[in-house]
């Protein structure tokens, strides 16, 4: 009778795996914070477009979902890696050669947003393809901590990258941020060569749009709930300016430091108390803490706020995830996962959009209370399924 393997073996194979999305997300992290500076003071077109560059990117993502997932699930989740870190490479040339062509701006501007959108098309392949690996390497019953650790790393390497990407160009200039993208690359490339993939699941694969009704009352839980996260680290800043307060910058790290904390700490209670129960809790303490920064009368109780917020938003990805991927076969995994990645990319979508409607009408404040009631729609959504599946 095979033994099973230990916890920390499972997780050592899932860290060395979701180690490709931590180089990803590095390279998504380099440019976040410089490149809009660099279309609008360097290039001297306005701050729309400035946003339409970064936006390309999420854009790119957004739109490659199907087809990241179906790669996935047919050629196989290394393949998939492998075309991503691609992508990536291709990437950072093209935006080493832009920064290079400053002197001629719209050709400039035009090679950078091509490579914005490879780095969204890889930042999709990439995604999808190491959850689905991992699932494949440790097993479906480990799906919450393949999405956590997962999660973990992205997050880590943006955190790492944002601030590092400035000190690289206030140093060396901005054509390094396309060398270094171009390097990451090429290492993940090289590191990726030997590492044994898992073999593709065989079976019938259902079209994208099946799976996705079949993941959308999941995903829409997750959207609902999500907005809050886009609200906080798209808004947090202004705010703090409304309310004549500084420091909006310790908001969004006592967010990020709960928000891996909780991952870190209580991932395992996803398969100890199901998915939904999990997901249930989370969203209640999102709640408080998206209510809490509404009513917030000094920066202490918006810390608060902030990190039950991120302690709250942690595992419902994860959580909600475990419950999603149960309605699709495992020969279309990778589409399943796509599908549901979609949702969360659609809270980023329109998080900013919506809130800011909603901040010119009512103030800033206001947004958190909005935040809020889309968590509590969310909340009893996620109660509807639970009941369904019982």
Known sequence: MPVAPSSLSVTLQIVSIVFYTFIAFICIGLPIAVIPGYVHEQLGFSAVVAGVTIGSQYLAT??????????SDSVGTKRAIVLGLSGILISGVLTFLATLLQDLPNLSLGILIIGRVLLGVAQGLIGVGTISWCMGQVGAEHTARS???NGIASYGAIAIAAPLGVVMVTRYGYPSLGLALTLLAALGLLLIRKKPSVPVVRGQRLPFWAV??????FGT???LASIGYGTLTTFITLFYLSRGWA?????L???????ILARLLFISSINRFGGFH???ACMSLETLGLVLLWLAPSTSVALIGAGLTGFGLSLVYPA???EAIKQVPNSSRGAGLSAYAVFFDLALAIAGPLMGAVARNLGYAWIFFCAALLSVSGLGLTLLLKRRAQ
């Open 62 to 71: 957004l739109l490659s979902r199907p087809m990241a997932g179906r790669m």
């Open 147 to 149: 999405i956590s650790w």
């Open 212 to 217: 996705f009704g079949r993941i959308a009352p």
């Open 221 to 223: 839980s997750l959207c």
């Open 247 to 251: 420091g909006a910058a310790w908001c």
């Open 253 to 259: 790290t006592v967010f990020g430091l709960c928000f």
């Open 278 to 280: 999990a997901a249930i």
């Open 320 to 322: 909600l995830g475990v």
